[in-house]
Structure formats: structure tokens, C-alpha cells
């Protein structure tokens, strides 16, 4: 089965086209990055207008690479939610027009259900159930992936998310965006015990998160070396700091995966291609025995290939969707399966 999947929930442009949930034929991504360096983050309103300039191309694109037409495809995956509203309703409006112009299904995907099935992509032999970890710049979940299509959150921030602290922190320190790949490109090296940073503490749920007063105290102490007129050792600052946020992203990770006893931990989203998160989650898992895995880095970031590997599950479940279908801007992971 061809999936024509379409993704538009941020600031890329991607198109895909994939068969039987596993074997990408073509993966196109219009980037904005060079666009929204100029403002230090994503501008929603112009990341909506490139959506609307490169979408046809992109898709046009993925079709040509992949050496298939629109009767080659059985169904349209796209990404509905979440993410930036503006930028989700183009994907979702032209995912509709084009799926009913050709006669075919469409289908609705979970941006952070196609971030975990970027493991699919990677690891063919890799199948449910497990333990997944997603951190992106919005997002840090601990999830129990009971089926392809079965969700139950048991972890999630209470406040940022840890790409967003890593992304802030970074500013601060006068990297460019984005600002979590620059830490992890400039730091790399630093000495991760060269600044202590406070352990993150959430009551009620051990699987829950916490980033805000992390994030807060880097701010702080940047600040405060300005104020004295101290230099900014941002290698060693931004390599403590890193250490600190993956030390806790580590800990409730194992702990969940000593309570659930998991056969696989997998780890998905943006920050999934941070090189500490990669090392000190690898040494852990492997110390409890756990396999471990990761995306190739091509798939870490948002793209239109994971979303139609898991288009492909959610379709053989039987989820499609009609001509009424909406985008929204915040939705559960496991808003169909509580």
C-alpha cells in the first residue's frame, strides 16, 4: 500500500510518499530555517504563507522521486495536529482537496504518533509494544505504545518542554536557531560538571517532568555574569546544562521502564538527534538491559515520511477521515484510545 503523506504543523514543508508503513519511496522537505534565523524562532504567519507557496511543488516532488502518480497512491495521511494552527490548515486543506479530487481515503495523523513511527522507518523489526520517550521543542511525553494505534501518556512536563528550555537557554547564551542543534554543535566537549544546575522535582506522578525552573536558573546565571561583566563560557554552561536536562529525561525514562518493564525503549522528536541524550540514554539502557532506539537522524526532525508510516497503521485500523476534517492546534496523543 502507497501512502501520499503531507506534513505542515510547523516550519517544514514535507511531502512523502510511503509503502506498506516501513519503506519510504521519497521524502521532500522544504525548510524555512534561513527565513525564521532572521527573528531567532518561527513566525507563525510566515511560516502559514511558505506552507501555501511550496506545498504543490513538494508534493509534485515526492511523487516524481518516488517514480508514482496519484493512481499509484491508496491513500492521503496527514498531519492534523498539533502544532501551529495556520501552518496544520494548509496541510489539512490541501491533503482534502486532493484526496477528493482523486477519489482517495484520507487520512487524519498525530504528529507526535508519527514522530514515534519514525522508528518504524529505521528499524523495521521493530513493532509494538514498548516504552516511548518523545522530546521535541513542544513536546516531552512518556508514552506506553500498547498497539500502533494504542496510546497511554504516564509521563508528561508540567510546564516546558525540553527542547523549548534547551531552545531558550540557548538564546540567552547568544546562539543562533535553532537554538538546541547550535548548543548541541557548539558545546560539544564542554565539561558537563563545570556548572551545577538544580534537579527538577515533580510531586504526585515520579514520570512526570518539570524544565521551567531549569531553564530559569541558566537565565539567571547568564544574566548575572553580564551584570558583573564576566565573560559567558557558553561550552561549559551549555554542556552542564544539557547533562542536567537529559539527566532527567534518563531518570524518569528507567524509572517508567522499571515499573512497566518495557521489551524496547524508543525515543522520538526533535531532540532525539542531541548527542548527550543519545550517549547517557544508551549507557542506561544498556546497564538495565533494555534495547534502544532511535531515529536515524534524517527522521528526527518534523517530516512527512514518519507521517506516512504511521498513516499506514492508523488506516488499516480503520481511522480515516471526511471532507470536515479540522486541524487544532493542541490535542492529546491519546485523544481516540482513553
Do not use: W
Request: glycine share 8%.
Amino acid at each position: 500500500m502507497n501512502i501520499l503523506a503531507i506534513e505542515s504543523s510547523c516550519d517544514d514543508t514535507g511531502a512523502a510518499v510511503v509503502k506498506d508503513g516501513r519503506e519510504v519511496l521519497s521524502s521532500v522537505i522544504a525548510s524555512q530555517v534561513e527565513e525564521h534565523i532572521l527573528y531567532g524562532g518561527v513566525v507563525p504567519e510566515i511560516a502559514s504563507r511558505r506552507h501555501c507557496e511550496s506545498i504543490s511543488h513538494v508534493v509534485e516532488q515526492a511523487l516524481a522521486d518516488a517514480n508514482v502518480t496519484l493512481d499509484d497512491i491508496d491513500a492521503v495521511g496527514v498531519t492534523y495536529a498539533p502544532g501551529l494552527i495556520g501552518a496544520l490548515l494548509v496541510g489539512v486543506n490541501f491533503a482534502k482537496g486532493l484526496a477528493f479530487s482523486v477519489g482517495k481515503p484520507l487520512v487524519p495523523v498525530h504528529h507526535l504518533r508519527g514522530h514515534i513511527a519514525s522508528n518504524y522507518i529505521s528499524h523495521p523489526e521493530l513493532a509494538p509494544p514498548f516504552l516511548a520517550l518523545v522530546v521535541s521543542g513542544g513536546h516531552t511525553h512518556l508514552v506506553n505504545v500498547k498497539d500502533y494505534t494504542h496510546f497511554e501518556v504516564i509521563g508528561r512536563t508540567r510546564d516546558d518542554a525540553a527542547g523549548e528550555a534547551m531552545d531558550k537557554a540557548a538564546r540567552v547564551m547568544g546562539l543562533p536557531y535553532p537554538g538546541g542543534l547550535n548548543m548541541d554543535r557548539v558545546c560539544k566537549g564542554g565539561d558537563r560538571k563545570a556548572y551545577h544546575f538544580p534537579a527538577p522535582k515533580v510531586q504526585d506522578n515520579e514520570f512526570d517532568f518539570s524544565f521551567s525552573g531549569l531553564k530559569t536558573s541558566v537565565i539567571n546565571l547568564v544574566h548575572n555574569l553580564t551584570q558583573k561583566g564576566e565573560e559567558i563560557d557558553v561550552k561549559n554552561i551549555g554542556a552542564s546544562y544539557m547533562h542536567t536536562v537529559v539527566s532527567c529525561l534518563c531518570d524518569r525514562t528507567i524509572r517508567a521502564a522499571k515499573e512497566y518493564r518495557p521489551s524496547a525503549i524508543v525515543v522520538a522528536g526533535g531532540v532525539s538527534a542531541n548527542s548527550v541524550l543519545r550517549e547517557e540514554l544508551a549507557a542506561a539502557c544498556k546497564k538495565l538491559g533494555v534495547p534502544l532506539y532511535f531515529p536515524e537522524l534524517r527522521y528526527c526532525g518534523d517530516n512527512a515520511a514518519m507521517i506516512g508510516s504511521q498513516a499506514f497503521y492508523e488506516f488499516s485500523a480503520g481511522f480515516t477521515a471526511g471532507l470536515d476534517l479540522n486541524a487544532f492546534a493542541t490535542l492529546e496523543i491519546d485523544a481516540d484510545t482513553k
